[in-house]
């Protein structure tokens, strides 16, 4: 697969003209245009309207198959793999949340029976005190005969 700089170079070197002819052509710094062609960086659309031209070529045969494809096709996957864990997060998030609620529930229900057994306790221990005090009477009592 022939990148965008290949390509650019190819076209150039059919013509029999230097990357600077080309540059002062389009406009642009021959640095600039070294870069184009070594695939270090990506002309603008501007720029590629006017390479076409220049080249006589069809636009879409300048980047069809090449790496701006490429990287298009690489954000599209990035993408669809972060839409993925995004959606995976929300699932776990929910579920958390579920277990959490249920977690709470189970919290409340316990501190609901704690709170039940703690005022049997109290009522078992009048009920002992007060078993205690009628012994102790039934005791006084019977030392008093």
Do not use: C
């Not at 062609?37 to 069809?64: C, G, H, Q, R, T």
């Amino acid at each position: 697969m022939l990148t965008l700089g290949r390509k650019l170079a190819l076209l150039r070197q059919a013509k029999r003209i230097s990357q600077v002819e080309v540059a002062e052509y389009l406009g642009v710094s021959e640095n600039s245009y070294n870069k184009w062609e070594s695939d270090k960086m990506i002309p603008k659309l501007e720029n590629l309207i006017k390479i076409a031209k220049f080249y006589d070529v069809d636009i879409k045969d300048l980047y069809e198959n090449n790496e701006i494809n490429r990287v298009n096709a690489d954000k599209k996957e990035i993408m669809s793999v972060l839409k993925k864990q995004e959606q995976q997060i929300l699932n776990l998030v929910s579920a958390k949340q579920e277990q959490f609620s249920m977690i709470s529930n189970e919290l409340i229900k316990i501190t609901e029976n704690l709170i039940i057994f703690t005022n049997n306790l109290y009522n078992q221990q009048d009920k002992v005190m007060e078993l205690l005090e009628n012994h102790f009477k039934l005791v006084e009592l019977m030392n008093d005969k």
